[in-house]
Nanobody
Framework: QGQLVESGGGSVQAGGSLRLSCAAS????????MAWFRQAPGNEREGVAF???????SVTDSVQGRFTISRDNAKKTLYLQMNSLKPEDTAVYYC??????????????????WGRGTQVTVSS
Protein backbone atom coordinates (compact mmCIF):
# COMPACT_ATOMS: atom_id res chain seq x y z
CA GLN A 1 0.00 0.00 0.00
CA GLY A 2 1.32 3.44 -0.88
CA GLN A 3 1.84 6.27 1.53
CA LEU A 4 1.30 10.00 1.59
CA VAL A 5 3.27 12.33 3.85
CA GLU A 6 2.26 15.95 4.31
CA SER A 7 4.56 18.77 5.34
CA GLY A 8 4.59 22.56 5.49
CA GLY A 9 1.94 23.22 8.12
CA GLY A 10 2.48 25.70 10.93
CA SER A 11 1.21 28.81 12.68
CA VAL A 12 0.78 32.11 10.89
CA GLN A 13 -1.05 35.37 11.41
CA ALA A 14 -4.09 36.28 9.37
CA GLY A 15 -3.08 37.44 5.91
CA GLY A 16 -0.02 35.21 5.84
CA SER A 17 0.87 32.34 3.52
CA LEU A 18 1.84 28.71 3.78
CA ARG A 19 2.72 26.08 1.22
CA LEU A 20 1.79 22.49 1.97
CA SER A 21 3.48 19.56 0.26
CA CYS A 22 2.41 15.94 0.02
CA ALA A 23 4.94 13.32 -1.03
CA ALA A 24 3.73 9.98 -2.35
CA SER A 25 5.68 6.76 -2.08
CA UNK A 26 5.01 3.29 -3.38
CA UNK A 27 2.88 4.34 -6.36
CA UNK A 28 2.49 6.94 -9.05
CA UNK A 29 0.07 9.86 -8.71
CA UNK A 30 -0.15 10.74 -12.39
CA UNK A 31 -3.19 8.52 -12.95
CA UNK A 32 -5.06 9.47 -9.83
CA UNK A 33 -7.16 12.37 -8.73
CA MET A 34 -5.31 14.04 -5.86
CA ALA A 35 -6.92 16.25 -3.27
CA TRP A 36 -6.53 18.28 -0.12
CA PHE A 37 -9.13 18.00 2.62
CA ARG A 38 -9.26 19.73 5.99
CA GLN A 39 -10.92 19.10 9.30
CA ALA A 40 -11.44 21.60 12.08
CA PRO A 41 -12.36 20.48 15.63
CA GLY A 42 -16.02 19.48 15.80
CA ASN A 43 -16.43 19.66 12.03
CA GLU A 44 -16.62 17.08 9.29
CA ARG A 45 -13.72 16.63 6.92
CA GLU A 46 -14.28 18.86 3.90
CA GLY A 47 -12.73 18.97 0.47
CA VAL A 48 -10.56 22.01 -0.19
CA ALA A 49 -8.87 21.49 -3.54
CA PHE A 50 -8.76 18.86 -6.26
CA UNK A 51 -6.29 18.05 -9.03
CA UNK A 52 -7.46 15.79 -11.84
CA UNK A 53 -5.27 13.63 -14.09
CA UNK A 54 -6.08 15.80 -17.13
CA UNK A 55 -4.59 18.88 -15.49
CA UNK A 56 -7.83 20.49 -14.37
CA UNK A 57 -8.10 21.81 -10.84
CA SER A 58 -10.83 23.12 -8.59
CA VAL A 59 -11.12 24.63 -5.13
CA THR A 60 -14.00 25.03 -2.76
CA ASP A 61 -15.78 28.39 -2.75
CA SER A 62 -14.45 29.48 0.64
CA VAL A 63 -10.82 29.44 -0.59
CA GLN A 64 -11.39 30.58 -4.17
CA GLY A 65 -8.79 33.15 -5.17
CA ARG A 66 -6.61 32.37 -2.14
CA PHE A 67 -5.59 28.70 -2.45
CA THR A 68 -3.95 27.01 -5.43
CA ILE A 69 -3.45 23.27 -5.89
CA SER A 70 -0.71 21.91 -8.12
CA ARG A 71 1.18 18.69 -8.68
CA ASP A 72 4.53 17.49 -9.96
CA ASN A 73 3.96 13.98 -11.26
CA ALA A 74 7.66 13.33 -11.80
CA LYS A 75 8.36 14.12 -8.15
CA LYS A 76 5.15 12.39 -7.04
CA THR A 77 4.30 15.46 -5.02
CA LEU A 78 1.11 17.46 -4.52
CA TYR A 79 1.12 21.07 -3.34
CA LEU A 80 -1.30 23.53 -1.81
CA GLN A 81 -0.32 27.19 -1.88
CA MET A 82 -2.38 29.08 0.69
CA ASN A 83 -2.39 32.88 0.62
CA SER A 84 -4.37 35.50 2.54
CA LEU A 85 -5.02 32.99 5.29
CA LYS A 86 -7.94 33.56 7.65
CA PRO A 87 -8.57 32.24 11.17
CA GLU A 88 -11.36 30.07 9.74
CA ASP A 89 -8.75 28.23 7.67
CA THR A 90 -7.41 26.72 10.91
CA ALA A 91 -7.64 22.94 10.61
CA VAL A 92 -5.70 19.76 10.08
CA TYR A 93 -5.01 19.45 6.36
CA TYR A 94 -4.95 16.02 4.76
CA CYS A 95 -3.64 14.90 1.41
CA UNK A 96 -5.58 12.13 -0.35
CA UNK A 97 -5.25 9.98 -3.46
CA UNK A 98 -8.17 8.61 -5.43
CA UNK A 99 -8.50 5.25 -7.16
CA UNK A 100 -6.69 4.67 -10.43
CA UNK A 101 -8.39 6.42 -13.35
CA UNK A 102 -11.39 7.48 -11.27
CA UNK A 103 -12.98 10.89 -11.78
CA UNK A 104 -12.28 13.59 -9.24
CA UNK A 105 -15.18 13.27 -6.82
CA UNK A 106 -15.40 15.80 -4.03
CA UNK A 107 -16.20 13.36 -1.25
CA UNK A 108 -13.97 11.51 1.17
CA UNK A 109 -15.39 8.13 0.10
CA UNK A 110 -13.65 8.42 -3.29
CA UNK A 111 -10.15 8.47 -1.77
CA UNK A 112 -8.33 5.34 -0.74
CA UNK A 113 -4.97 6.64 0.46
CA TRP A 114 -4.66 9.34 3.11
CA GLY A 115 -1.82 11.14 4.79
CA ARG A 116 -1.69 11.67 8.54
CA GLY A 117 -2.36 15.37 8.23
CA THR A 118 -0.54 18.59 9.03
CA GLN A 119 -1.82 21.29 11.37
CA VAL A 120 -2.45 24.80 10.05
CA THR A 121 -3.23 27.45 12.65
CA VAL A 122 -4.11 31.02 11.68
CA SER A 123 -4.31 33.63 14.40
CA SER A 124 -6.14 36.94 14.15
Amino acid sequence: QGQLVESGGGSVQAGGSLRLSCAASGYTISRRCMAWFRQAPGNEREGVAFSDTNGSTSVTDSVQGRFTISRDNAKKTLYLQMNSLKPEDTAVYYCAAGRLYDDCIHHTSAYTIWGRGTQVTVSS
